[in-house]
Structures are given as C-alpha cells and as structure tokens.
C-alpha cells in the first residue's frame, strides 16, 4: 500500500533533521518559524511525489528541504530569497546534504515565473497582500499556503490556505489561526487610527477607522488608566480564536491596545457628552475603563454570542480574498 501523505512528511522529516539548518555549520540562523509549526503547515500543503514547488522566504533553509523532499527526484523545488547572505547560505548546505533545491535571489513579491506553473507555493512570511502573481503561477488546482493580514490591525495575523480554479482564481479559501514574520509592518493611513506613547512606544492603540487622533487618544487614555478588571472569557489558545472572531464580527469601534496588563482586542466610543470608554480582552483579562463601562457591556455581550455559537475556532469562519488591484486582501466573516 503507498504512503498517505501524512506518512510521507513522517519519512521527510526524519530524512531532513533540522540541525541541518539551524546551526550546525556554526553560523545558526534564528528560526522565526519553529519546525514544528514548519512540519504542520506542510501536512495542510498536502504536497505529492511529482510536484513543481515553490518556497518563498528561504529563512534557515528548512522548509525548502522538506519541500524537495516530499516533491522527490521526479519534482522540482525553487526557493526564493531576497537576502543574498541567506540564499548563499542555504545553497551551500543543500549543496553540503545532498538536497534537489534551485535558489533564486529575488523579491519574492514577484514569485518565480521561469519555474512555473506549481503544484505548490510555500509563503514563510505575510505580505501586506497577497500578490495576483502567486496565484497566477500556481496550476489549476494548485494551492498556495502563507501568511496574511485579515484586517489592519497591528496583531491581525493568520495563515491561508487557497487553492486557484482553472482561471487561477481563488476556488477555496480557509484561514487558520497562526502566523509568519511580516514583509512590511505598516498601518495604512486611511483605515486606522494609531496612538503610540512616546515615551513608553511598546504602548499603543490602534482603532480600526479612520476617526479623529483626539478620539484614539481618548480611548488610549482611559484604557491606561483602566480600574476593572476581570477573568477573560477565553483563555489560553482560544484567545486567539475570539480575537479573530471579533475581527470577523466587525463591532463599531474595534480596536487592538497593548497597555501594562497585556496586548487585547476590544471596542471603545465616545458618550454623547464626549467621555471615553473603551474595553478589551487579553488571554488573561477583560480591562475596562470602569465596571460600568458602556464598552464593556458590549465587549462582554459579544464574547457570549463567540460562545453561544460554539466558541467558533479561527478556521471554522467564513473566509474570502477580496482584490485589490493586482493583490489580493484575505478576509473573515462570520460563520
């Protein structure tokens, strides 16, 4: 009986020890992706003995090793670096293992058309969009897996799993909790408003609108000097799944603020009479302006709706590519 796939990434694994690469030529490259995490997104790429693919972001040179190795002597893998020190790298120690890589010193924004169509693309970093060329390049039926944004938010990142049709248009799209070392860190300007503390600047607050300075200030503000506190409704792991639920539910005045007792997503408005509140969930806490907080009813109303629907895991939503000229933006909705 021929291996499953799952089998065969057992045998890839064993057969690419990942002291190969981080560090036992003596010049470690600090992995920003642990292989375990490595070894779990190539189990959802599914990728089979034949397969052309593509890595983007060569890092310590890991995943593209795995890569050639479940696409075997018959496959073809490319990898693409846009850091020529990391390339040259890597190049020697596939050439030191005995690993079938071609490394191509390049944006990887661009992908690599020469080496076209894949069966499989790899992305180990996030884009502020996903570039049209990576699904252009991909075969029909092809699946391309990376990181991605699913809303401007500072910590709003996820991994995509997005197989083309056979006009290299988004078929499937799935987005699970996780994340890669972004290409660029930027807020745009038009969808956000970003207060930072200019003395203490690990301190911030982002608004997902584009509302007045004064306002996201406001709200920085009475969230610095929060006096309620209380259990968070989603701890450990499953924080992370509220925190892209409530992106997907979209409330009015969503934000993300990193204050003394933790990095949240929350909602904040200003009264009637101008008073600020503002409220968010950490995986240890709900903060809140104080214990009466408008903010906080809603932020609290909204997390028992998460677990009235089942406390919905980040895959479980509904998720789409929206385009944007030649990029394309991933989005959650609710399910």
Same mark, same amino acid.
């Given at each position: 009986m021929p291996d499953t796939s799952s089998e065969a990434l057992d045998r890839a694994i064993s057969a690419v020890p990942t002291e190969q690469f981080h560090g036992a030529d003596g010049r470690a490259v600090r992995p920003c992706t642990p292989a375990v995490v490595t070894h779990r997104h190539l189990r959802m790429l599914d990728v089979r003995p034949g397969a052309r693919v593509m890595d983007i972001? &060569?890092?310590? +040179?890991?995943?593209?090793?795995?890569?050639?190795?479940?696409?075997?002597p018959d496959g073809q893998a490319t990898a693409i670096e846009i850091e020529s020190s990391l390339a040259k790298r890597a190049e020697s120690l596939? /050439?030191?293992y005995r690993h079938r890589v071609t490394v191509?010193?390049?944006?990887?924004?661009?992908g690599y058309p020469q080496?076209?169509?894949?069966?499989?693309? *790899?992305?180990?970093?996030?884009?502020?969009? &996903?570039?049209? /060329? %990576?699904l252009q390049q991909l075969k029909p039926g092809g699946t391309l897996l990376c990181g991605v944004r699913i809303a401007d938010l500072p910590g709003a990142y996820a991994i995509a799993r997005i197989t083309v049709d056979d006009k290299h248009q988004p078929h499937q799209v799935e987005i699970h909790h996780g994340g890669y070392t972004p290409m660029i860190a930027a807020y745009p300007a038009d969808t956000v408003s970003r207060v930072v503390d200019p003395q203490q600047p690990e301190f911030s607050l982002t608004v997902l609108s584009n509302q007045e300075r004064s306002t996201a200030s406001s709200l920085f503000a009475v969230l610095r000097g929060a006096t309620h506190t209380e259990?968070?409704?989603?701890?450990d792991s499953d924080y992370f #799944?509220?925190?892209? %639920?409530?992106?997907?539910?979209?409330?009015? +005045?969503? *934000?993300?603020?990193t204050i003394?007792?933790?990095? +949240?997503?929350?909602?904040?408005?200003?009264?009637?009479?101008?008073? /600020?509140?503002?409220?968010?969930?950490?995986? !240890?806490? *709900?903060?809140?302006?104080?214990?009466?907080?408008?903010?906080? !009813?809603? *932020?609290?109303?909204?997390? #028992? !709706? %998460?677990? !009235?629907?089942g406390a919905l895991r980040t895959h479980e939503l509904n998720a789409r590519l929206i385009r944007d000229g030649d990029a394309w933006h991933a989005r959650v909705t609710r399910a």
């Open positions: 972001g &060569i890092g310590s +040179g890991l995943s593209a090793a795995l890569l050639a190795q479940l696409a075997g596939y /050439a030191e191509v010193v390049g944006d990887g924004l661009l080496g076209a169509p894949y069966d499989r693309i *790899l992305v180990g970093t996030t884009p502020l969009a &996903i570039p049209d /060329a %990576w259990p968070t409704p989603a701890p #799944h509220l925190k892209n %639920w409530l992106i997907a539910a979209e409330p009015t +005045g969503l *934000l993300e603020a003394d007792q933790g990095t +949240g997503v929350g909602v904040g408005s200003l009264a009637p009479d101008g008073t /600020a509140h503002a409220a968010v969930v950490t995986d !240890e806490f *709900l903060i809140a302006d104080h214990a009466e907080s408008p903010a906080l !009813e809603v *932020l609290r109303a909204l997390s #028992h !709706e %998460w677990l !009235e629907e």
